[in-house]
């Protein structure tokens, strides 16, 4: 791991107890520019981690609860008229930020999640005629609560395909939570987090990562994966070629974070199911265990992107420059 990386993952691991893996995709995420949605049950982390690596970085951090009334102006602000001088003026709403957490975004509305659609894939905002640049990094980490169904709108495929990765906290183990509760017996660790890093070097990672060697039989062999799961008889639709470029993009930014120039195989291996699971629309009878019991969509997903891994050949030679 290189030492960019070593000194954020350790700085949010002062807050955040035993998530290094998911810490350490975040991070892959900011480094492209991608964005990530966390699914889990509440009270697993999702919202102090976001706030983690906003302050690791020293960047603005803004959260906005979503809700069934919450309306695209909430979002990206509005044009009012100021009697003062006589003209509209525009009020900035919380997307103007480095690192949004929208928490359960699947409790708004189709309209006010499509609100985002502009600002995550092109880094603007376009509002009554009027395109307004944002700044860099940015960074949404949306979060849902896959077990209640009650009062939620399911993002649409369109929506999902703009989240670079899709991940679950999990619940601590036994011996996690003991350091949890000592962690924050006294005070919360948050309060004392210091940056460890600026925009600025940031920007510089980035632009790094952009430089990683990806060899030719790897390229092919992420085609072949992402075109496998169009092919699959338990998907109506695969990934997309955004997907195809995202996977690549991702497997670049995690050679870098792991210290190395170029990648490997593993490093896509590793990655098919958190870039590419959530973005499959799966037929109704891969839903269905093979003891008859109905599985969850995003463990079915997985499921089908592991067969993929074990069917398609992975190449053995030497991917360095």
Known sequence: MNS?????????????????????????SLLVGGHVLLEDVPGTGKTKTAKALAQSLDCDFKRVQFTIDLLPSDL??????????????????????NILLADEINRATARTQSSLLECMEEKQVTVDGDTRKLDLPF??????????????????????DRFLMMLKMDYPTHEESIEIMKRFATEDPLDTLAPVTT??????????VRNVFVSDLLYDYAAKIVEATRESSDTSIGASPRALLAYVSAAKALAFVRGRNNCIPDDFKELAVPVLAHRLLI?????????????????????????????????TEDFSR
């Open 4 to 28: 960019f990386s070593e000194k954020l993952i350790g700085n949010v691991d002062k807050v955040i107890v035993g998530k290094d893996k998911q810490i350490e995709l975040l991070l892959v």
């Open 139 to 160: 960074l949404v980490i949306a979060t849902q609560n896959p077990l209640e169904s009650q009062g939620t709108f399911p993002l649409p495929e369109a929506q999902l």
């Open 283 to 315: 037929r109704s009878h891969a839903s269905i265990s093979g003891d008859g019991k109905f599985m969850s969509k995003s463990d079915v997903a997985a499921s089908i992107i592991n067969k993929i891994l074990n069917s398609v050949p992975c190449p």
């Open 199 to 208: 925009r600025e070097e940031l920007q510089s990672m980035q632009n790094q």
């Open 76 to 97: 990206t602000g509005i044009n009012f008229f100021d009697r003062e001088s006589n003209s509209f003026v525009f009020r900035k709403g919380p997307i103007f930020t």
